[in-house]
């Protein structure tokens, strides 16, 4: 696919607001009661997708560009997409490390894995920009970033992080649930109560349900940052090729 942002201020805005987690559409009771979830330790403790591209926008509006780059990094082992987009702008413009246009062309591939259409507007934005070598460059290094990073690799990873972390959360040191299931997490902001019935609905737990509410993510970043105007289709050779 042949693309482009509407306008460029548009795509640094998504990466902008990369660290916002959206809730799957809800009363307004319910989305408040899922923010307090998404945002607890005993949740993040055991979704490390979100917990490291929070970490990753956090270090990027301080100005650890470097740290940013290594956080966006771990998210994008566990199938983070945003995160993944992250990277590859960092790359491209040599935020925190070398400017690798080849290798920031690689991960907006990878981002736009699944078929994203602002991410598949800004990997063709990218493609057009190379000149012959690096664009060699970027499918080289994209094959090797594709075994580690891609969705065959990526979401098993995180699926047994999500297995793992229901079997484990209650009782431990982040939190805990009481005869009476009232949730209580503890925080920089100290200890307080979650709604049980949030934090374990099967979007969060259940590896099919949890990539389905991944891809309203997505979604969602999209509508959020603007329209993207996409043209026709063209084969261009890429990483997973």
């Known amino acids: 696919m042949i693309g482009r942002l509407t306008d460029r201020r548009l795509w640094v805005a998504v990466v902008a607001a990369m660290a916002v987690s959206p809730v799957l559409a809800q009363p307004q009771v319910a989305d408040l009661r899922a923010r ?43 199938a983070d997409k945003l995160s993944q987009a992250a990277l590859a702008e960092m790359w491209w413009t040599g935020q925190g490390g070398a400017l690798d246009r080849g290798i920031g062309y690689a991960w907006m591939d ?34 090797t970033l594709y075994a580690e990073f891609g969705d065959p ?28 299931m009232d949730m209580f997490v503890r925080d920089k902001r100290g200890a307080r109560v979650v709604d049980p019935d949030t934090f374990y609905q099967d979007a969060y737990w259940q590896p099919t349900r949890y990539w389905q509410w991944k ?16 043209g026709a289709p063209k084969t261009v050779p890429g990483p997973a090729d």
């Open 36 to 78: 307090e979830v998404l945002g607890s330790p005993a949740f993040l403790a055991n979704h490390p997708d979100m917990r490291y591209r929070q970490l990753g926008h956090q270090a990027q509006v301080e100005g650890r560009m470097s740290e940013a780059r290594s956080h966006f990094q771990a998210a994008a082992r566990y």
């Open 110 to 143: 990878l981002a736009a894995e699944r078929g994203t259409p602002f991410l598949l507007a800004q990997r063709e934005r990218y493609w057009a920009a190379l000149d012959p070598a690096e664009r060699q460059r970027a499918v080289s290094e994209g094959r």
């Open 153 to 180: 690799a990526a979401q098993p990873r995180l699926e047994r992080e999500l297995r793992s972390g229901l079997r484990t959360v209650t009782g431990s040191r982040t939190g805990a649930v009481t005869a009476k």
């Open 215 to 230: 891809a309203e993510e997505l979604a969602q970043a999209g509508r959020r940052n603007g329209t993207v105007d996409v």
